[in-house]
């Protein structure tokens, strides 16, 4: 849906077969979680009231699950990007194909360099199984207020999301204590509230643990759902 402002949304995704890497979950394959975590997070920005388009850049295709049908790459001729039919054709989710993986902040790069600088833009983590579109709504209406803002994860010390006015360079920071980063740069902490499921990424366990408190995405909840609390996690 294009909301209000018309954010468009880059949200970076890295190959499931190197993702998440420190998720593991005894009875649940990574590579089918770190997929399932990523769709969850697509999903819900999709229907973020306020975002025209989310841009997912990866390496990581074609899925098994993806469409072979695949739009072509803006600003380039040479490749195909991978799709997904649940978003096939909706204009709020774009696929863009990196060759290879080149790293969080290249791959944020090569999606912000297919967007018009002249709309608001802003980039999301791939890793928030527990997303909700209101909670995107709500961070993005108060971005609208700074030319840059930022919401650090739950952990206060990295970032889940950061945005830019029109007009306004948006360059990413992320990796370790990227909030500082992020905030050296002109970005804003935006004030969203401390349990909003917009601030928790999830790279590990307990923050799996975490999420699942917050109400996880389908996909990432039926990952789980045949799981009992000895078998390293509790089911949502």
Known sequence: MTGAAGWHVVIPVKPATVGKSRLAVPGVDRVALARAIAR???????????VAEAVVVTADGPWPDLDARAPEIPRETDRKAPTDPEFAGSPAVRFVAESAPSGLDAAIRTGLATLDPGHPR?????D?????PSDLDAALALAEDVPRGLVPDA????????TALPGVALEPAFGDNSAARH??????????????TLRRDVDTLPQLH?????????RTAALLASLTPAEGTSAP
């Open 40 to 50: 969850d997070t697509v999903a819900a920005a999709a229907r973020s009231t306020r």
């Open 122 to 126: 802003a980039v999301l983590l791939g």
């Open 128 to 132: 928030l199984p527990a997303l909700r």
């Open 155 to 162: 952990e206060g010390t990295g970032s889940t999301l950061v």
């Open 183 to 196: 905030r050296e740069l002109g970005h804003a902490d935006l004030d969203v509230q401390p349990g909003s």
């Open 210 to 218: 975490d999420a699942a408190t917050l109400g996880l995405g389908p």
